[in-house]
């Protein structure tokens, strides 16, 4: 009996020496190895120096004023029509078209009309109606061209690509546009939560007490091509913007914005109008560290859109970045704030005003 106690003990002795070291050697490799993580961006001098705290207040806000919303068998919901809402920051009237801003009339003729497609980005959350960057550029553009230029926002709180489809084939032919800048993306690649069983797999059941260890995220590493099938995937939280952890799916999948993309622009031109497209930026693009791959690949699917179809880009990020920017144009990690929407109005109308009217 007691040479099998001392045999148990020398190989647990063993195992937890093998254990010691095999762990100590992944925290080396590891070490040596090292990726940065994404890091939340900081904010620079002045009033948005406590970024975080800036970002929860937009969000109180927005939540008191909040943005009616109804239910509709195309799009699967829309703003409700002939509304007004209000939050301390802005206040939000809905034609009759269900679209933001003034009612439309009838098109006069020498009226050129702009028209944005997107979510609340697009849509301008917390930004008052002049200052959204659809109606910032029309109104630039009105001045270079001599002539009268509206600025239609058409963009929707939570509308991916396809519903901006559905919105365009509902209101296109009575809003007449004349130029339509397509701007989904956020709604686009954030995660489905009802896609969510689908890639889920038995490794999440037991990652959470093992994350702590080097061994298990060293292998996860390794192994992760064959964990699961690695699909583009986006999260949200309060402390960063996204990551593409393989795990999770976007709400719409990258060749179903890739195609989406394509048939919008399809869509637009047999309206008789011209696309354009809007690169969205976000707090991560001030980051050392990259954007996420999921970020980066759906950026590059609306580049080589507007390539395709000989149409105006507008890179946000880019422009952004040129113009050395601070956390306070956005109001959240995503949502432009007053100076965001001026600065990309600016871009818009720096990237049409040549094309001519």
Not at 27 to 32: G, K, V
Not at 265 to 291: K, N, W
Not at 331 to 347: A, K, M
Request: net charge negative; aromatic share 8%.
């Amino acid at each position: 009996m007691a040479s099998i106690r001392r045999r148990l003990s020398f190989a647990l002795v063993t195992f937890a020496l093998l254990a010691g070291a095999v762990e100590g050697g992944a925290w080396l490799y590891e070490r040596n190895t090292w990726v940065a993580e994404r890091s939340y961006p900081v904010a620079g001098p002045g009033q948005h120096l406590d970024f975080n705290k800036a970002a929860e207040e937009n969000r109180r806000q927005l939540n008191q004023g909040g943005t009616a919303l109804v239910s509709d068998p195309r799009m699967k919901w829309g703003l409700q029509p002939n509304s007004v809402t209000s939050s301390p920051r802005a206040t939000f009237r809905i034609n009759a078209l269900g679209l933001r801003g003034p009612e439309l009339e009838s098109k006069g003729d020498d009226e050129l009309r702009l028209m944005s497609l997107g979510d609340s980005s697009i849509y301008g959350d917390g930004v008052r109606e002049q200052d959204v960057f659809i109606v910032v550029a029309a109104e630039l553009l009105g001045h270079s061209w001599e002539r009268p230029v509206t600025g239609v926002i058409g963009g929707v709180p939570g509308h991916d690509t396809t519903q901006s489809m559905a919105l365009l084939a509902k209101v296109g032919r009575r809003v007449k546009p004349d130029w339509v800048v397509i701007g989904n993306l956020w709604s686009d690649i954030f995660h489905d939560k009802g896609r969510q069983l689908t890639v889920e797999g038995r490794a999440d059941t037991i990652s959470g007490p093992l994350r702590g260890l080097a061994t298990y995220r060293v292998l996860r590493r390794w192994l992760a091509p064959w964990l699961r099938a690695q699909e583009v995937g986006f999260l949200s939280s309060k402390d960063d913007v996204g990551t593409l952890d393989g795990e999770r799916s976007s709400r719409v999948l990258l060749k179903e914005y890739i195609e989406n993309l394509a048939s919008l622009t399809e869509q637009i031109e047999s309206l008789g109008a011209r696309p354009a497209f809007l690169i969205l930026p976000a707090p991560m693009d001030l980051d050392p560290v990259p954007p996420p791959e999921a970020v980066l690949a759906y950026r590059e699917a609306m580049r080589q859109a507007a390539a395709a179809a000989d149409a105006p880009l507008v890179d946000g990020p880019a422009l952004f970045l040129e113009r050395g920017v601070d956390i306070g144009y956005w109001t959240d990690q995503v949502h432009p704030d007053r100076p965001g929407h001026l600065l990309l109005g600016e871009g818009l109308f720096e990237a049409l005003k040549d094309r001519g009217p």
